[in-house]
């Protein structure tokens, strides 16, 4: 996973393109664990800014306890998005697991603590069935 491009894309998702530090972690960790699509994903973005550092170009500044995307920052993202005449249309790639509702609640974070307490749940449930008969 590229560190630079996923932060870009983190960003680029609040309101106002700020968001705290504890947010930007929390994203990360999501985005890490999502698979090997995101990581090759966010390499082939990166292969079309070789030296992308993004703060001393300037493309995401630091302050309040947080990171804020700049004009410029939107700008070199949307042109790494941007497909080159030359590449065969695809389907739009959608970031796994990460969709963001109004509160800033990770709605896939959401999804995957559910998913664990109806695992837990049945197997609950199951236990009393077993201890039952």
Same mark, same amino acid.
């Given at each position: 996973m590229n560190f630079q491009v996923t932060v870009l894309k983190i960003l680029v998702s609040y309101p106002r393109g700020h968001a705290s530090m504890a947010d930007i972690k929390r994203d990360m960790a999501i985005l890490a664990t999502s698979g090997r699509d995101w990581t090759e994903r966010t390499k082939r973005l990166a292969a079309r800014v070789p030296d992308l /550092?993004? *703060? !001393?170009?300037?493309?995401?500044?630091?302050? /309040?306890?947080?990171?804020?995307?700049?004009?410029?920052?939107?700008?070199?993202?949307?042109?790494?998005? =941007?497909?080159?005449? !030359?590449?065969?249309?695809? =389907?739009?790639?959608?970031?796994?697991? *990460? *969709?963001?509702?109004? /509160?800033?609640n990770s709605l896939a974070l959401r999804n995957q603590r559910g998913q664990k307490r109806r695992r837990l749940r049945r197997a609950a449930a199951a236990k009393r069935a077993s201890s039952m008969q």
């Open positions: /550092d993004i *703060f !001393s170009q300037g493309l995401v500044d630091r302050l /309040d306890g947080g990171w804020r995307i700049t004009d410029k920052g939107r700008a070199v993202l949307e042109m790494m998005e =941007a497909r080159p005449a !030359s590449e065969p249309p695809q =389907a739009p790639e959608p970031i796994p697991g *990460f *969709f963001r509702q109004t /509160d800033g």
